[in-house]
């Protein structure tokens, strides 16, 4: 089970909750748009620093979404939504690069702004859970030391960057791998934006929108150090407000896309429709996401955490400025008896972040059909039944009045 604020909601249970959704007025640019001109740029830095920065730049009719995703620190990406077609961004590189880079990355003009957030992946976590017998267990094992992610060299990015899928990969490892476990292996962060809604092939097929980037976090081929390792990832976002954002557990009869996985988690920055983070809680141990491969994941309550006690982001502080209201919480993939990352040396696991209200599911044709017949038969049944009953007592009422 993932981490669940004071408020949870299921499928049909909040008929206000979602009738409020739809009637609330959210601010204008924060309309989700159907299609959008998505276009993906890798802002050039200077020859001797290289140093990653991917813009996504989302165009709609009255807005544009930026995200700008870099590995300059740790992994990290800046989402901000504008309520104009004409928003732009800034980025000084010598600022950027300097102890204080406060106003090293803008996006102008600034009255524009509606939303703003980030999120920022501090830490890949290893667990030993040779003696984890309970499953159920909360924790996930004995920690090994975390592998900062400020402290991965990161590839060009430049070379994955495919505009025709919209998508681009930074692989990195521990710049200072003294136990060689990275010597075969790799951290990927594939990001992928969408000039329309959709769903891709490849499980959990979650559904996006032109609103939204999906991220798949990828560990290949590095060496665990422990027969049974399980790991995970170490997520920081900004508050907001003096809380943190409030993570939700969507459950749903319908497993369609995501074989045996009835949850959808989101992580929302307000009350309005502004931001969110969505994933379904498995991850996969093979390529080819199926059910043999699915590992169950557990989020750890989010946390307001002290900035300095995380690995900071200097794309995060350019943008935000210095900044004390993180939350953070845990992602852990597996547990210690099912499939796992020692099957294969692979573990994936993805995540949407967007703008505005997150993608619901509607239920497939498939469950609606099976709902339908499901429904149907008890409801002959008892309409049936209320006939024979009626005519019986009818019947037995004439005898009554004969008598
Ligand atoms: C990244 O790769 C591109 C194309 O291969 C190249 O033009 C660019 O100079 C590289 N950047 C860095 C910082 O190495
Ligand atoms: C964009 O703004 C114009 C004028 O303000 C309005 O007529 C139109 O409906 C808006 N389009 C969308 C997609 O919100
Ligand atoms: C970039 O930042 C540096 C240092 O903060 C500043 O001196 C320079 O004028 C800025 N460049 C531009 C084009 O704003
Ligand atoms: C697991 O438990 C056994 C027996 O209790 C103990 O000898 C071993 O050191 C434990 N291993 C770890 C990694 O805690
Ligand atoms: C890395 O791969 C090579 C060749 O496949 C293999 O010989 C070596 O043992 C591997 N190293 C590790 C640490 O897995
Ligand atoms: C891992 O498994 C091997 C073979 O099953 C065993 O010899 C070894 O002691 C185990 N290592 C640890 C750290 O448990
Ligand atoms: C995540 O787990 C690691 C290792 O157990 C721990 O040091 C860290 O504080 C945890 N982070 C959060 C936000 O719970």
Redesign the pocket.
């Known amino acids: 089970m993932c981490g669940c604020g004071q408020q949870c909601w299921s499928w049909g249970h909040s008929p206000m909750f979602l009738l409020s959704l739809l009637l609330s007025t959210a601010p204008f640019a924060l309309r989700g748009e159907d299609t959008r001109q998505v276009s993906l740029q890798v802002i050039p830095s200077w020859p001797d620093a290289p140093q990653n920065l991917l813009h996504v730049r989302a165009v709609g009719t009255n807005s544009t979404l930026h995200y700008v995703w870099g590995t300059l620190g740790p992994p990290a990406v800046v989402l901000v939504a504008t309520n104009t077609p004409h928003s732009t961004l ?1 980025v ?4 950027l690069l ?1 102890p204080e880079p406060e ?2 990355l803008m996006v102008l003009p600034k009255d524009s702004i509606q939303f703003s957030s980030a999120l920022v992946f501090t830490r890949l976590l290893e667990f030993d859970s040779t003696n984890v017998s309970d499953t159920a267990a909360k924790a996930p094992g004995k920690p090994y030391s975390p592998y900062s992610l400020a402290k991965f060299s990161w590839n060009n990015i430049t070379d994955s960057l495919d505009p025709t899928t919209l998508t681009a990969t930074f692989q990195g490892h521990p710049m200072n791998d003294a136990t060689g476990a990275f010597v075969n292996g790799s951290l990927s962060f594939r990001v992928q934006a969408f000039s329309r809604s959709g769903r891709p092939a490849q499980s959990p097929r979650l559904l996006h929108t032109a609103d939204t980037c999906q991220l798949e976090v990828t560990l290949v081929g590095a060496s665990p150090r422990g027969n049974r390792s399980l790991f995970g990832l170490e997520v920081a976002t900004l508050g907001g407000g003096p809380d943190c954002p409030l993570v939700q557990e969507q459950h749903s009869i319908d497993d369609e896309y995501a074989p045996a996985v009835f949850q959808l988690d989101q992580l929302l920055w307000g009350s309005l429709p502004t931001g969110f983070v969505q994933w379904r809680p498995v991850a996969y141990s093979q390529q080819l996401g199926g059910r043999e491969s699915a590992l169950p994941c557990h989020a750890s309550p989010l946390h307001p955490t002290l900035a300095y006690s995380l690995p900071q982001s200097p794309i995060v502080r350019a943008f935000f400025g210095p900044q004390n209201n993180f939350c953070a919480f845990n992602m852990t993939f597996g547990t210690s008896t099912g499939p796992g990352y020692w099957d294969q040396r692979y573990l994936s696991w993805s995540m949407l972040v967007g703008v505005g209200s997150p993608p619901a599911d509607a239920l497939s044709p498939l469950v609606l059909g099976i709902m339908a017949v499901a429904l149907g038969a008890p409801g002959l049944i008892l309409l049936g039944g209320g006939l024979v009953l009626l005519l019986r007592h009818k019947r037995s009422s004439e005898y009554e009045s004969i008598n």
Do not use: R
């Open positions: 800034s000084n590189w010598s600022h300097s106003g090293g």
